[in-house]
């Protein structure tokens, strides 16, 4: 795994644990904030810790936001900061910026100027909630963006058969990539694959049709 070098605005409870867990996984993380007791909350749970306040683009110079793989700006209340440190990492010329977005009128914003990615974690959470409570048989779902996913299902009843007679390509536009069985996985399964209940199945879609999937599952 290539070390990335990470800088962390924001060190609330979001860039908190972002910051600390992407230096447990072995990157280099630099992590700052206004805040004094912040600060002093991850000083040696990351590589360096600073007070730093990054809506001021010539303190964010100072500490060569440029050069950092990633930027992920975690504040949270303070929107007009939050759009200023943003707007200030792709400035300096950052390469990859990261931005929490508080509602749906910030995340707008933010993409406006030119974030990235940008995440709503309690929307998106509430979201992914939702769709575990509704479709318990999905695993998991990993975002690749521009409208498509990649989700882990849990096959039922209603996904007993071949592949073949399945269809879930022509039935719901969704392609299976993998199948996993008993801790053994069939990468690109054949037409004549047999599914049983609990096999688990990694099928990446456009959200409309994992959703059509969720939704036959469901029922």
Do not use: W
Not at 59 to 75: H, N, P, Q, T, W
Not at 86 to 100: C, E, F, H, I, R
Not at 177 to 191: N, Q, T
């Amino acid at each position: 795994m290539k070390t990335k070098q990470c800088l962390v605005i924001g060190l609330g409870r979001f860039g908190t644990a972002v910051a600390t867990t992407l230096y447990e996984m072995g990157h280099e993380v630099v992590a700052i904030d206004q805040i004094e007791e912040n600060v002093q909350r991850v000083m040696n749970l990351v590589t360096h810790a600073a007070i730093v306040d990054a809506s001021d683009e010539r303190a964010l110079r100072a500490i060569g936001a440029s050069d950092f793989d990633v930027v992920v700006v975690a504040i949270g209340t303070d929107v007009q900061a939050n759009i200023l440190a943003t707007m200030n990492a792709k400035s300096l010329g950052a390469p990859y910026v990261v931005s929490k977005a508080i509602d749906e009128m910030a995340r707008r914003v933010l993409e406006r100027i030119g974030a990235d990615l940008v995440i709503r974690p309690e929307h998106d959470m509430g979201v992914r909630l939702a769709r575990q409570i509704a479709t318990p048989n999905i695993v998991d779902t990993l975002d690749l963006g521009g409208d498509y996913a990649i989700v882990e299902i849990e096959a039922n009843e209603r996904l007993r058969g071949t592949l073949r007679d399945l269809n879930l390509t022509g039935r719901f536009g969704v392609q299976v990539i993998a199948v996993s069985r008993a801790g053994k996985v069939e990468v690109s399964p054949r037409a004549e694959d047999d599914l049983r209940p609990h096999d688990k199945l990694v099928v990446v879609g456009t959200s409309h049709s994992l959703d059509e999937l969720r939704r036959y599952l469901g029922d």
